[in-house]
């Protein structure tokens, strides 16, 4: 009986198919690599987000080293207990600082920086506030002497930059990638209180950051001579004109508005319900529930 012919060519691809798959694709299924913590936080491409560079700039965040009184850190303002904030009413009564502290949480889906938006990068921003004589009061040059003192801290930037001496870009760049990473964005069920925030406050509070980050005047009267965005533009549109903030952990970052002059969030749900108008949020039940939301944020 004559052997029936085989299609060694299809034979052979199929072999070739099945070495493919167990040779590929099983053992990647059986030694997946680690998901990735910072995938979805947005950075730009000279400064991409690695474990290496956050570590590095959490060391630098909380260290006293960038002050000039070894006193400070980036922590002494923004508090973690306070949703990455701060109040000014906490500064020293000479300091010349008149706004709020704003909070750090999201700060990698905003395209500006500071409540007049004067920056327009975290590494930028960075070396600002640690050269401040109203805030951290420390020249550049006295900072690297400092940090280059500390073993640890060269280890550490040798492992996220590959150098051995650390220079001002390396301490802007692992502050800004330590930074992006404080994200606070909850999935929240449906509720009143989310009804009527999206009804009433999320044009501007939008999105999972619950801000655009867009510069605009609130509907609540300006206080005092800040001017905001005038200082920056000298636009007469722009007067008293300030960056949206974000809404995460608002429960912990009173005094509210960019000078600080609300003191709790019932009382600034209540000012902005008279002044958007809002008329159901006459309603003290209705305030309650929004605030009860904004709570969980």
């Known amino acids: 009986m004559p052997v029936p012919s085989l299609n060694w060519l299809a034979l052979s691809r199929y072999i ?67 949703g990455f904030s701060g109040s000014i009413n906490h500064l020293n009564p000479h300091s010349k600082i008149r706004r709020q502290i704003p909070s750090l949480f999201n700060l990698a889906w905003s395209p500006s920086f500071f409540w007049d938006a004067r920056e327009e990068t975290l590494e930028s921003l960075i070396l600002k506030p640690i050269q401040s004589p109203d805030e951290m009061n420390l020249s550049l040059p006295l900072l690297l002497k400092k940090v280059n003192q500390k073993q640890e801290l060269k280890q550490m930037c040798r492992a996220a930059f590959q150098t051995d001496s650390i220079g001002t870009v390396h301490v802007a760049r692992a502050l800004a990638q330590f930074i992006r990473t404080i994200v ?21 509070h939008s999105g999972k950051t ?18 905001g965005y005038f ?67």
């Open 231 to 297: 200082r920056i533009t000298h636009l007469p549109e722009d007067v008293y004109s300030f960056r949206t903030p974000g809404l995460a952990a608002v429960s912990k970052t009173a005094p509210y508005m960019h000078d600080g002059r609300v003191s709790d969030l019932d009382l600034l749900v209540k000012m902005y319900a008279k002044a958007l108008p809002a008329k159901e949020l006459e309603d003290p039940d209705k305030r309650s529930e929004l605030v009860r939301f904004l709570k969980t944020l």
């Open 184 to 204: 606070q964005q909850p999935e929240l069920p449906d509720s009143e209180g989310k009804t009527l925030f999206q009804k009433h406050c999320a044009k501007c």
């Open 210 to 227: 619950t801000s655009d980050f867009q510069i605009r005047k609130s509907v609540l009267a300006p206080s005092g001579i800040d001017s």
């Open 16 to 82: 070739f198919l099945r070495l493919l798959c167990g040779l590929i694709f099983l053992p990647a299924c059986e030694n997946k690599e680690p998901e990735n913590p910072f995938a979805g936080i947005p950075s730009p491409g000279n400064n991409p987000i690695t474990a290496e560079g956050v570590a590095f700039g959490k060391a630098l965040f909380q260290s006293e080293l960038l002050s000039s009184d070894g006193k400070t850190s980036c922590f002494t303002c923004h508090r973690p207990d306070s």
